[in-house]
């Protein structure tokens, strides 16, 4: 059984929330909070399997509360709360940077019949399983997983060529899948770019309807580099982020401009990582880089694997830097990668590829100088 504490200061939402929730057998909502104040001390005497967090509440909001419960007492935390300003927006986003897993839109009624419903019952199931860490009250960071994200172990390649590839001096692009955990994620990489990256990024991540254009928001704000909902026909220009919109698949039909295909969603999602990948490796072949990163399932794995095959630059996320490692497991599970790397050495390879700079071995934050990390060709 999932033991479930909802957090909201709305009475109607909470007994909503208890009353879906409670429809399905493997939950179970064991206490209700109305404040941060009061979801912080039930957790300090009853470790719940997952929380409900709404962020606007008086007295500690749900940002102040997720902060200190991941500080002393962590659990999985899925941030429900309404699709409002923009503040609303930055500060749920700014909870996921503190250790939530994702956040969800709250719901207009309680159907159990539809979709949404399922959904929600669906990831607070799958969330209650992640593994999550302490996090430092003053950062909200996990120094232990930085740590090991710094330290990437080498697969011997099986030939002298491995790593080296005609690419190298052509990229023209930057295509990267994500899902639960992206957001903090590409944070850290946009930030460690400049405003004058020379190459365009597109992008999925898998989100709940209604966030995509606030997480575009929130990332311009907070990093070097211009993010927006791309659009139809849209012309592609450096230095700026194309994040495919909601229920679109983000592809190409040419090197230079952006389409909006409405085609069934791939293993259950639209847009898809597969779908960006595959349109990348058709259009750009060894001229683009495709990362996959942290996500559950394994969307974006085939697609990464065609632009392998394509002679594109591959990189997958590693687990330790990972909030949930399966999509890019999946894609090394293919044989699709060139290289494994943790969350802050993705930044300065892709300055290093897409900047023409000569390789050069990176020091690792103990100091010592590591290897790069590829992967065997086992084509």
Request: glycine share 8%; with cysteine.
């Amino acid at each position: 059984m999932i033991r479930v504490l909802i957090v909201d200061d709305m009475k109607t939402i909470r007994l909503s929330l208890r009353q879906i929730l409670e429809s399905d057998p493997e939950l179970t909502v064991i206490e209700e909070a109305a404040s941060g104040e009061e979801a912080v001390a039930f957790c300090r005497k009853a470790r719940p399997d997952i929380i409900t967090m709404d962020i606007n509440m008086p007295g500690m909001g749900g940002y102040e509360a997720i902060r200190q419960i991941m500080s002393e007492t962590p659990c999985p935390i899925v941030v429900i709360t309404g699709i409002g300003s923009q503040y609303l927006m930055d500060v749920s986003f700014k909870a996921l940077a503190l250790g939530a897993l994702t956040v969800l839109p709250k719901l207009r009624g309680v159907s159990l019949d539809d979709p949404e419903v399922k959904s929600l019952i669906r990831q607070i199931k799958t969330m209650a399983g992640v593994k999550v860490v302490k996090r430092s009250l003053q950062t909200g960071s996990s120094p232990a997983m930085l740590n090991k994200a710094s330290l990437h172990l080498a697969a011997p390649a099986k030939d002298k060529d491995a790593g080296s590839f005609k690419f190298h001096k052509e990229a023209q692009l930057v295509a990267i899948g994500l899902s639960t955990g992206g957001p903090p994620a590409l944070q850290t990489i946009l930030s460690g770019l400049s405003s004058n990256f020379p190459l365009p990024i597109v992008i999925v991540q898998h989100i709940s309807q209604g966030f995509m254009f606030g997480l575009a928001s929130w990332l311009s704000n907070t990093t070097p580099l211009r993010c927006k909902v791309g659009e139809l026909g849209e012309t592609i220009k450096p230095g700026t982020v194309y994040f495919a919109p909601d229920n679109f698949h983000l592809t190409f039909k040419t090197p230079s401009n952006l389409w909006l295909d409405s085609s069934e969603p791939i293993d259950g999602h639209r847009p898809s990582a597969t779908a960006l990948f595959e349109s990348v490796a058709q259009n750009f072949r060894a001229k683009a880089i495709g990362i996959l990163m942290t996500g559950m399932g394994k969307d974006g794995a085939q697609g990464l694997k065609t632009m392998f095959e394509a002679g594109a630059y591959t990189i997958v996320q590693d687990e330790a830097s990972s909030l949930i490692f399966s999509m890019p497991k999946a894609a090394i599970e293919l044989n699709a990668v060139r290289e494994i790397l943790g969350i802050d050495l993705i930044a300065l390879r892709l300055k290093s590829l897409a900047e023409k700079i000569p390789e050069q071995k990176e020091t690792l934050s103990d100091g010592r100088e590591g290897e790069k990390t590829y992967l065997a060709d086992r084509r």
